[in-house]
């Protein structure tokens, strides 16, 4: 069971890492995009980037949290 749950740690970092990437880039493109379409928006649109940005990054945090509980179980 050892080997088995080390890889399961492992791809749970990699694809959170992997998703919160994307996502983030995904929520700043287009924040920027709306703020060149509408500046007088400029930090309405900055305050949801930044909620939807911190809400992202908690995936990547649960799953170093669950990488732990792989490992440990290991």
Not at 37 to 53: C, D, H, N, W, Y
């Amino acid at each position: 069971m050892g080997v088995m749950a080390y890889l399961a740690a492992a791809i749970v970092v990699g694809l959170a890492a992997l998703g919160a990437g994307f996502g983030n880039g995904m929520i700043i493109s287009k924040t920027v995009e709306g703020i060149a379409r509408q500046p007088e928006a400029k930090s309405s649109l900055q305050t949801t980037m930044f909620i939807g940005v911190g809400l992202v990054e908690a995936i990547p945090i649960i799953g170093v949290v669950l990488a732990f509980l792989f490992y440990a179980g290991a």
